[in-house]
């Protein structure tokens, strides 16, 4: 603080005399004290390049209305970017359930205070399995990205080996994500694909998999937004030598697509932002893990697990964790994984959504959203030197644009949509140099055939 002595109104206990008597308690002479340990060749002594601070409400609420009104958000253009965080109708439901106060507050209580927040997270993880058609779902995890990580992360502790094989068409950053999470006990290999489908290439599976793989993951609908057609095929290689198979899925395809226990999925996860989150400028994100009711399964998740169980009043049902031993929670340092703050509140969200839609909306809700995506890969096609990549793979929500035959780059084309209002696809080029110039475009239920059509025309003029 660059005035010690000055009151700030949003930052607790800086009031000197409360400063002092805090420092008093617990034998510091001062803040400094607390940073002792830090090396001096390593501490900034300058001051930092900040603005002073604003001491009135108004001009704190001037300033920060300020900076918002720079963003564009999709509330003010036509968005066809997806990528991990896609354009979802929310239903006012879902936001009014999850913004309560016994939900949106009910930080980390414990049975005695949070039986409400318990039973709600219990029918979540029923509706889940419901649709995945699986047994356990645990309490979700920060995101889909965690939830890929600590499902390969179960896969080693349960086979006891070292290896999980990713398809190299993953998103780079969900990779990196992986990667750290796994070092140092599992490495991660990349199986090529089949740059005309897209699909996995089993070949180089086959090469690639020995005695110390773990899991086989596959990623379906896959982050170029194609269905991995060969997934049972990649799950008996998977179990012919020892590994489990991980099927990382996008449950708002559970309407319209087989889940993957149908083909051989032994662990299944993803993210639950398509079921009722708002984009947020990021997400709204929140990750599931899934398997079957086996005790090898079970004890491996380090997140909470929570279930329905008879009290000592006949007729009456209680809702608490289980297996609680085995989390961080009860064991601390010994945690399989460790454990902190969940997104339940997401979870909750994603529960209310679920219990909206039933069987029949979620059915109805893939089947509209692949046929946008069929439209839209039609009508691209027609534009002058424009075409779809992996044309003979079905796709769900994304798919790839090739504007390598227009001559203009993806940026150029993304700057010309930008100033009609709307946003293109995902640049690729950097994250996949072999496609060239291609971009990742997503189309969901939002979408009408206007918006679609609107978007066709900006491109035909913007590669003209």
């Given at each position: 603080?660059?005035?010690?002595?000055?009151?700030?109104?949003?930052?607790?206990?800086?009031v000197?005399?409360?400063?002092?008597?805090?420092?008093?308690?617990?034998?510091?002479?001062?803040?400094?004290?607390?940073?002792?340990?830090?090396?001096?060749?390593?501490?900034?002594?300058?001051?930092?390049?900040?603005?002073?601070?604003l001491?009135?409400?108004?001009?704190?609420?001037?300033?920060?209305?300020?900076?918002?009104?720079?963003?564009?958000?999709?509330?003010?253009?036509?968005?066809?970017?997806?990528?991990?965080?896609?354009?979802h109708?929310?239903?006012?439901?879902?936001?009014?359930?999850?913004?309560?106060?016994?939900?949106?507050t009910?930080?980390?209580?414990?049975?005695?205070?949070d039986?409400?927040?318990?039973?709600?997270?219990?029918e979540?993880?029923?509706?889940?399995?419901?649709?995945?058609?699986?047994?356990?779902?645990?309490?979700?995890?920060?995101?889909?990205?965690?939830?890929?990580?600590?499902?390969?992360?179960?896969?080693?502790?349960?086979?006891?080996?070292?290896?999980?094989l990713?398809?190299?068409?993953?998103?780079?950053?969900?990779?990196?994500?992986?990667?750290?999470?796994?070092?140092?006990?599992?490495?991660?290999?990349?199986?090529?694909?089949?740059?005309?489908?897209?699909?996995?290439?089993?070949?180089?599976?086959?090469?690639?998999?020995?005695?110390?793989?773990?899991?086989?993951?596959?990623?379906?609908?896959?982050?170029?937004?194609?269905?991995?057609?060969?997934?049972?095929?990649?799950?008996?290689?998977?179990?012919?030598?020892?590994a489990?198979?991980?099927?990382?899925?996008?449950p708002?395809?559970?309407?319209?697509?087989?889940?993957?226990?149908?083909?051989?999925?032994?662990?299944?996860?993803?993210?639950?932002?398509?079921?009722?989150?708002?984009?947020?400028?990021?997400?709204?994100?929140?990750?599931?893990?899934?398997?079957?009711?086996?005790?090898?399964?079970?004890?491996?998740?380090?997140?909470?697990?929570?279930?329905?169980?008879?009290?000592?009043?006949?007729?009456?049902?209680?809702?608490?964790?289980?297996?609680?031993?085995?989390?961080?929670?009860?064991?601390?340092?010994?945690?399989?994984?460790?454990?902190?703050?969940?997104?339940?509140?997401?979870?909750?969200?994603?529960?209310?959504?679920?219990?909206?839609?039933?069987?029949?909306?979620?059915?109805?809700?893939?089947?509209?959203?692949?046929?946008?995506?069929?439209?839209?890969?039609?009508?691209?096609?027609?534009a002058p030197?424009?075409?779809?990549?992996?044309?003979?793979?079905?796709?769900?929500?994304?798919?790839?644009?090739?504007f390598?035959?227009?001559?203009?780059?993806?940026?150029?084309?993304?700057?010309?949509?930008?100033?009609?209002?709307?946003?293109?696809?995902?640049?690729?080029?950097?994250?996949?140099?072999?496609?060239?110039?291609?971009?990742?475009?997503c189309?969901?239920?939002?979408?009408?055939q206007?918006?679609?059509?609107?978007?066709?025309?900006?491109?035909?003029?913007?590669?003209?």
């Amino acid at each position: 603080m660059r005035n010690k002595q000055l009151v700030y109104p949003y930052i607790p206990n800086s009031v000197p005399a409360t400063k002092a008597a805090m420092l008093q308690a617990v034998g510091a002479k001062s803040m400094e004290d607390f940073y002792a340990d830090i090396p001096e060749s390593i501490r900034f002594r300058g001051r930092l390049n900040l603005p002073e601070p604003l001491l009135s409400e108004a001009a704190l609420v001037r300033h920060v209305e300020g900076l918002l009104a720079k963003n564009q958000s999709t509330r003010e253009v036509l968005s066809f970017l997806g990528a991990g965080c896609a354009p979802h109708h929310v239903p006012a439901v879902c936001d009014e359930v999850n913004s309560r106060s016994e939900f949106l507050t009910a930080y980390a209580g414990e049975p005695y205070e949070d039986h409400g927040r318990f039973q709600a997270l219990f029918e979540y993880e029923s509706m889940m399995g419901e649709l995945l058609n699986m047994d356990v779902v645990n309490v979700p995890v920060y995101d889909g990205f965690q939830a890929s990580a600590t499902a390969l992360r179960m896969a080693g502790r349960i086979t006891g080996r070292s290896l999980a094989l990713l398809p190299a068409t993953v998103m780079p950053d969900k990779l990196s994500k992986i990667r750290d999470y796994l070092r140092p006990d599992m490495q991660v290999a990349l199986v090529a694909f089949d740059e005309a489908t897209g699909l996995m290439d089993l070949s180089d599976l086959q090469k690639q998999i020995n005695a110390q793989t773990a899991a086989v993951l596959i990623e379906n609908p896959s982050y170029l937004g194609f269905l991995e057609t060969q997934a049972e095929q990649i799950g008996q290689i998977a179990h012919e030598n020892g590994a489990l198979f991980v099927v990382d899925v996008d449950p708002i395809t559970l309407g319209v697509i087989n889940p993957p226990v149908a083909y051989g999925g032994d662990i299944v996860c993803g993210d639950i932002q398509s079921l009722g989150m708002h984009m947020n400028f990021g997400g709204g994100h929140a990750g599931f893990i899934a398997t079957r009711d086996e005790e090898k399964f079970v004890m491996e998740f380090p997140s909470r697990l929570f279930g329905i169980a008879t009290t000592r009043v006949e007729g009456e049902y209680g809702f608490g964790d289980v297996a609680y031993e085995r989390t961080s929670f009860a064991v601390r340092e010994e945690g399989k994984e460790w454990v902190g703050t969940a997104a339940a509140l997401w979870g909750i969200t994603a529960g209310v959504y679920l219990a909206l839609m039933g069987p029949q909306g979620m059915r109805e809700l893939g089947e509209g959203i692949m046929q946008r995506v069929r439209y839209a890969v039609s009508k691209l096609n027609q534009a002058p030197g424009v075409k779809t990549r992996f044309p003979n793979t079905p796709h769900f929500k994304e798919f790839v644009v090739d504007f390598n035959a227009t001559g203009r780059t993806v940026q150029q084309i993304n700057d010309a949509l930008q100033l009609k209002g709307i946003f293109g696809g995902k640049d690729l080029s950097a994250e996949f140099p072999s496609l060239g110039q291609c971009a990742l475009y997503c189309v969901t239920e939002v979408h009408t055939q206007a918006d679609i059509d609107r978007l066709v025309q900006a491109i035909e003029e913007a590669v003209r």
